[in-house]
Each structure stands twice: as structure tokens, then as C-alpha cells.
């Protein structure tokens, strides 16, 4: 199994990326997707999930700016990160969560900063 994201940078504050993660390997489609993130001496946090049902979870900090979405055709999900702001600096992980094991990808950093 891997996971391949793409899509991060760096960005002004008010701009918008789309990050975007393609797995290989697994029947995506019966699986919850989503992003966790983490800045450097704290702990992974979680930013969104997608269920197989596309039912979605948000962190409170990224609700309304955020969206999640997957692509089951395509084995992808995306992050759309609108309205960001230097506290969304971080590297940006996507994961695969199955009923044996979570899969992560190797993080995208994104850097909000004037």
C-alpha cells in the first residue's frame, strides 16, 4: 500500500491550496481517508475525515475553510484549505485508516506566511 500526496507550498495568508492524496495498493473505496497534520514539537493532530460513506469529521479550527473530499475512481482524496492562516503551517499527512491498520503518506509541508 502507498499513499502519495502532493500539493502543498507556501502560501499568503487568506490563500487557498488543494492538497491531494492518491493510494495505491487497497481497495480505497471501502475505506475512511482524510489528514492529520503536525508542527514540529507537537503531536499529530487530526484535520479531516472522509468515511466510505462520505460521512466527514472537521477539526474545529478548520471548520468552514476546509473541505474534504475523495475521488474513489481515481483511489483520491483532497484537502481544499481555503482562508489559511500561519497557524495552519505544518506538514500535512494523509492516512488510510482500515480495519487492520492505518496507512500514512510521507506529509506535504505547508507554510502560511507574509
Known amino acids: 500500500v502507498q499513499l502519495q500526496a502532493s500539493g502543498g507550498g507556501l502560501v499568503q495568508p487568506g490563500g487557498s491550496l488543494r492538497l491531494s492524496c492518491a493510494a495505491s495498493?487497497?481497495?480505497?473505496?471501502?475505506?475512511?481517508g482524510g489528514w492529520y497534520r503536525q508542527d514540529p514539537g507537537k503531536q499529530r493532530e487530526l484535520v479531516a475525515l472522509?468515511?466510505?460513506?462520505?460521512?466527514?469529521v472537521y477539526a474545529d479550527s478548520v471548520k468552514g475553510r476546509f473541505t474534504i473530499s475523495r475521488d474513489n475512481a481515481k483511489n483520491t482524496v483532497y484537502l481544499q484549505m481555503n482562508t489559511l492562516n500561519p497557524e495552519d503551517t505544518a506538514i500535512y499527512y494523509c492516512t488510510l485508516l482500515t480495519a487492520r491498520t492505518p496507512y500514512w503518506g510521507q506529509g506535504t509541508q505547508v507554510t502560511v506566511s507574509s
Open positions: 495498493g487497497i481497495d480505497f473505496s471501502v475505506n475512511t
Open positions: 472522509m468515511t466510505s460513506t462520505r460521512s466527514t
